[in-house]
């Protein structure tokens, strides 16, 4: 995998959490906040922990910024913070930015400024939630786009016993499988013949709406 250099900038619980991922993938990352206790306390995960105003370019320029293949805005609920930051980096030639933003209004705005991605945290949790109340048996899911999800489920009561070939998921139900796990060990070569046991899980894709009647799956 290549090693890149990120930037963070804005070390709440989402960009301390950014920011420590990527360093445990091996990233180079830049930690920036203007709270010099957030710095310090991220100074021991990360490349280099830095207290700044993120709204100054010229202390964005000290750093190197210019430098980091993709910058993290991860202060979304301040707008005007979010968007003198961005109009900063997109000057200094970051080559990506990705933003935060706390509702659909701010991340048409900052996409409008100049990010090249913009999240919306606590809708996509708000909506991963959403859906594994709708069945106990969704183990993980996440999104593909607007019309398919990746889900991994238990397999259901009604399944155990029969070969993904007679379910016939596909055709049934939209389901593709794409993996299995048994034993804690995922199998992606998926054999169509073999029998499912009450123990695996399956990783599948599927349309979103699968999940207005995910208990139509009960049905063999």
């Given amino acids: 995998m290549k090693k890149n250099t990120y930037a963070v900038l804005g070390l709440g619980i989402f960009g301390s959490t950014i920011a420590k991922n990527l360093s445990c993938y091996g ?19 990360v490349t280099h922990a830095v207290c700044l105003n993120i709204n100054d370019i010229e202390q964005l320029k000290a750093v190197g910024i210019e430098e980091v293949d993709c910058a993290v805005v991860a202060t979304g609920s301040h707008l005007e913070d979010s968007i003198m930051c961005i109009m900063n980096l997109k000057e200094l030639g970051v080559k990506k930015i990705i933003a935060k933003a706390k509702n659909r209004k701010y991340s048409e705005i900052l996409m409008k400024i100049g990010a090249d991605e913009v999240v919306l945290p606590e809708k996509e949790i708000g909506k991963r939630v959403a859906k594994k109340l709708v069945s106990p048996d969704i183990i993980d899911l996440f999104d593909i786009d607007s019309e398919y999800s990746i889900v991994e489920i238990h397999v259901l009561d009604t399944w155990v016993g029969y070969t993904l070939s007679e379910l016939n998921l596909r055709n049934n139900f939209g389901i593709n ?17 073999e029998l499912i046991t009450k123990d695996d899980k399956l990783i599948i894709a599927c349309k979103n709406d699968l999940f207005e009647h995910f208990s139509e799956l009960e049905r063999v």
Avoid: C, G, W, Y
Avoid at 27 to 45: C, G, L, T
């Fill in 27 to 45: 990233h180079d990352v830049i930690a920036i906040d203007n709270d010099i206790a957030q710095v310090e306390r991220m100074s021991e995960f």
């Fill in 177 to 193: 499988v794409i993996a299995i796990r048994r034993d804690k060990k995922l199998t992606l070569t998926v054999d169509p013949n």
